[in-house]
């Protein structure tokens, strides 16, 4: 996505480029015609290629769709990007008329200048606009990219131990510290397994209480649970030092299950700390366990379907049978193909 320029860089760029052309013409009245079509003409293109560098929202992934729209707001991204096609649209038609008008004008400088305010009053009007999108192009640029390939979404309560875990098996490498310290975003790691790629998801920790008040980075994890999860492991803290009770630990288990239609793992992370009965456990800190809740999340993947080949290269070549060939009734020997030759243009003699 390249990046969105102010209206003064804009003005600036496009003032150069008719100057440009402005210099190479001798006829001073037609050589002003020609900067104000330019003008209109330059400052149309360069809105129209910004818009052109925006993904087409609509058709995205439910997943970015709802992280863009969390993040940034759709109908305000949507109302930005109108606003520079409005801009765009009508520069081009006023650098037209105007240029009309300085070809028909006593004095075409006038018209150059009244050309030169109104064009650059009109992209002034979206400035704002132009600033919004850049921070929303410097933000989609970083976004993670997710693939299509079976996925496993960490989710839990702040300091959990997600990070650890998905440090210790995938090729993420998010930031874990021994002090309380929650992702603010989503990332992405994977394992090679054999051929085939396992894709983990961490995402940032969620606290049990109504949607409506819930933060950015909260309904980040939710999006991620909901749209590209095959499998989830939630992660539970027996010890409570992540700073949370069990209970409402649980709570959000509960909620999380009731949200999904994919298998939910549950596991008791910090054994080192504390045993938890009834769930599979394991430690971040020294490993134990890691390896067996990674056995348990594989009994969940879809077995892998080789395709079958077009052509095997290493086959004998099958040739198709020739047709039988028809016999002469009266020789009782195979009738010989006639080959027919194709026939000569014929040519008009001139008797004349």
Request: hydrophobic share 40%; proline share 6%; charged share 30%.
């Amino acid at each position: 996505m390249p990046t969105v320029p102010t209206a003064d860089e804009i003005l600036d760029r496009s003032f150069r480029r008719a100057a440009k052309k402005m210099a190479e013409k001798n006829n001073k009245e037609r050589a002003n015609t020609d900067f104000v079509k330019a003008v209109g003409a330059a400052v149309h293109d360069r809105l129209v290629y910004i818009i052109r560098g925006f993904p087409e929202f609509d058709k995205l992934p439910p997943f970015y769709y709802e992280l863009a729209d969390i993040l940034f707001g759709m109908d305000r991204l949507k109302q930005s990007l109108g606003a520079v096609g409005w801009a765009a649209k009508h520069t081009k038609m006023v650098g037209n008329q105007l240029a009309l008008q300085s070809r028909k004008a006593e004095d075409s400088q006038v018209v150059r200048k009244r050309a030169v305010a109104r064009l650059a009053s009109m992209v002034h009007q979206i400035d704002k606009d132009l600033i919004f999108l850049n921070e929303v192009r410097n933000v989609l640029r970083k976004l993670p990219h997710i693939e299509d390939t079976f996925t496993i979404v960490i989710a839990g309560y702040p300091n959990v131990g997600k990070s650890s875990f998905i440090r210790r098996i995938s090729s993420a490498e998010p930031e874990v510290a021994s002090y309380p310290f929650t992702t603010k975003g989503i990332i992405v790691g994977h394992r090679i397994m054999g051929r085939e790629k396992i894709q983990f998801v961490d995402t940032p920790g969620i606290l049990d209480r109504p949607a409506e008040e819930r933060n950015q980075i909260e309904r980040q994890a939710l999006s991620a649970m909901m749209n590209v999860a095959n499998v989830i492991l939630f992660i539970i803290d027996p010890s409570e030092h992540c700073g949370y009770p069990m209970e409402v630990q649980l709570r959000l288990l509960d909620e999380v299950k009731g949200m999904v239609q994919v298998p939910v793992i549950v596991v008791a992370n910090k054994s080192d700390l504390t045993i938890a009965d009834g769930y599979l456990t394991m430690s971040t800190k020294s490993g134990d366990g890691v390896d067996e809740v990674l056995a348990d999340i594989l009994t969940h993947k879809p077995e892998h379907v080789e395709r079958e080949r077009a052509v095997d290269i290493r086959s004998p070549i099958v040739h198709a049978p020739e047709p039988e060939a028809e016999i002469d009734l009266m020789t009782g020997q195979p009738k010989r193909k006639r080959i027919r030759r194709p026939r000569k243009p014929r040519t008009v003699q001139d008797n004349t």
